[in-house]
């Protein structure tokens, strides 16, 4: 099982990056998809995720409006499209995979990293103002 991130990358204020998360060695259309951040001292975050059938969305409040997340499971890989970025958003984002079983209506996203079974080695985003 592999997740590769890609797209990061140094923007000014207001500006937007667009990540991707390419997995092989497993279907995502088993998986809830789901994108954290991990700034320099601090804990990793959740941002955003989407559910197994993409039926369902989430996002983290900071980021509501401004980040869109999408997948697309015949070609096995997840986005995040950042608008309007801020220095804030300055961080390592993650892409991680949630073995999902039931209907995907009741899906709900964890917010743990532990309950990820799955994680790619990381995307540098840096927001310059």
């Known amino acids: 099982v592999q997740l590769v991130e890609s797209g990061g990358g140094v923007v000014q204020v207001g500006a937007s990056l667009r990540l991707s998360c390419a997995a092989s060695?497993?279907?995502?259309?088993?998986?809830?998809m789901a994108w954290f951040r991990q700034s320099p001292g601090k804990e990793r975050e959740f941002v955003a995720a989407s559910s197994r059938s993409t039926l369902r969305s989430f996002y983290a409040d900071s980021v509501k409006g401004r980040f869109t997340i999408s997948k697309d499971n015949a070609k096995n890989t997840v986005t995040l499209q950042m608008n309007t970025l801020k220095p804030e958003d300055t961080a390592v984002y993650y892409c991680?995979?949630?073995?999902?079983?039931?209907?995907?209506?009741?899906?709900?996203?964890?917010?743990?990293?532990?309950?990820?079974?799955?994680w790619g080695q990381g995307t540098q985003v840096t927001v310059s103002s």
């Open positions: 991680a995979a949630d073995r999902v079983i039931g209907y995907d209506g009741d899906y709900e996203a964890p917010k743990s990293t532990s309950e990820y079974e799955a």
């Open positions: 060695g497993l279907g995502l259309a088993y998986y809830g």
